[in-house]
């Protein structure tokens, strides 16, 4: 199967903390307005995200200029249902990916979205309930409607991607998955191997570690901080995100990194990491530190 045709922006736009920035909705346009300004196109949301209220906080900016529909690409996920979100009937944690769930998470997401559509659906994580062929009729059903142009899967081990995708007749586009210094997991799980064959980018959440890297005394954190710090005076960068940022950028796969941050200094400080090269002693350097032992 031929690789998809996606158009990801170097860096992508995350919202699942929205709700917790305090912003207006002329705010919340104005940070939008910057991202595309920014060459930064692709946004990122999932039905869930702040308690079900980001999408719609999203849709209402959107809403003062929706003319800026057609320069970006909207992303969401759905999958997950919590017991959070004023749902009487649910009583513990869980995940549902039937199709009229799907369908019906995607109906929810057009409305407080205020689209017409979305660029890519994701399923939020493997369900170990999961029917390849139900989810498969779904996204039938979605595309055909014209709601749903792509779609794709978040957290998604090799084998589980492959299942789903055997049932479809379009390629899945993405596999959003943490890549971080602090979590190389799917880079020695197949994860990232699987994209760089499939020729798929894969979306990268949570770079920064949740910002946990800055300030935790663990003895990784300690480690990756001396590390990045004498990396970024070699390198000139601005501070140690940057140095980060290239780090996963340079994954054979090219994760296309979330940046998740209302912050219009630290979203560009992230870009500008675009400029920062790092060559491969430093990026395993950085690999060593984050292990704790050098490379077999």
């Not at 007749?169 to 994860?191: K, Y």
Request: aromatic share 10%; proline share 4%; net charge negative.
């Amino acid at each position: 199967m031929a690789a998809p045709h996606f158009a990801f922006s170097d860096f992508i736009a995350g919202f699942w903390r929205l709700n917790a920035w305090n912003m207006n909705a002329q705010q919340r346009l104005t940070l939008i307005e910057q991202y595309l300004d920014l060459g930064v196109t692709c946004m990122d949301h999932a039905d869930i995200y702040g308690v079900y209220e980001c999408e719609s906080l999203f849709g209402e900016a959107l809403s003062l200029a929706p003319q800026l529909r057609d320069k970006m690409q909207i992303i969401s996920k759905c999958g997950i249902k919590p017991m959070f979100g004023g749902f009487d009937n649910r009583y513990v944690n869980h995940y549902d990916t039937s199709k009229q769930h799907i369908i019906d998470s995607v109906e929810r997401s057009l409305t407080s979205l205020k689209t017409d559509y979305l660029d890519a659906l994701l399923i939020h994580r493997p369900d170990p309930l999961m029917q390849a062929d139900e989810i498969a009729e779904a996204f039938f059903h979605l595309k055909t409607q014209g709601k749903v142009q792509h779609f794709g899967v978040s957290n998604f081990l090799p084998q589980q991607f492959d299942l789903l995708q055997s049932r479809l007749n379009a390629p899945l586009i993405t596999n959003q998955v943490e890549v971080s210094v602090q979590c190389l997991t799917h880079i020695h799980d197949g994860v990232l191997d699987q994209c760089q064959q499939l020729g798929i980018r894969p979306m990268a959440w949570s770079c920064l570690g949740g910002g946990e890297l800055f300030s935790a005394k663990t003895e990784q954190a300690t480690r990756l901080r001396k590390c990045l710090t004498l990396i970024a005076e070699q390198v000139g960068a601005k501070d140690i995100s940057q140095v980060i940022y290239a780090w996963v950028r340079m994954l054979p796969s090219q994760p296309v990194p979330i940046i998740g941050s209302g912050n219009i200094e630290r979203i560009r400080t992230a870009i500008d990491s675009n400029n920062i090269i790092l060559d491969k002693q430093q990026w395993f350097s950085i690999w060593q530190a984050s292990t704790g032992h050098s490379v077999p």
